[in-house]
């Protein structure tokens, strides 16, 4: 769906840089917060603070995807590869 977002001659360039911003806060940002979750939440309990960053990571582009479903539905999101016309 990323790929689709962009046009073709920044294609490349868009789907890069959308894809290294994610990583880098997510990867970059994950040791920090489980680090400091760890001090909130005991490594003994149901959920440690590293999996509960890594579900709601999950929960988070779960919401995402829903409400690109919700917004396609409604019009108020098109993306390209539904397109009535070709490139």
């Known amino acids: 769906w990323v790929v689709e977002l ?9 789907v890069s840089v959308a894809y290294n911003i994610g990583v880098g806060v997510f990867g970059g940002l994950g040791p920090l917060i489980s680090d400091a979750g760890g ?21 988070a ?13 409604r019009g ?5 590869h539904i397109r009535a016309s070709p490139y």
């Open 6 to 14: 962009f046009p073709v001659r920044v294609r490349t360039t868009g």
């Open 76 to 80: 108020v999101l098109r993306l390209t």
């Open 39 to 59: 001090r909130l939440v005991s490594p003994r309990s149901l959920v440690s603070a590293p999996a509960a960053f890594t579900m709601l990571a999950g929960f």
């Open 61 to 73: 582009s779960l919401a995402a995807i829903a409400g690109s479903h919700v917004l396609a539905r």
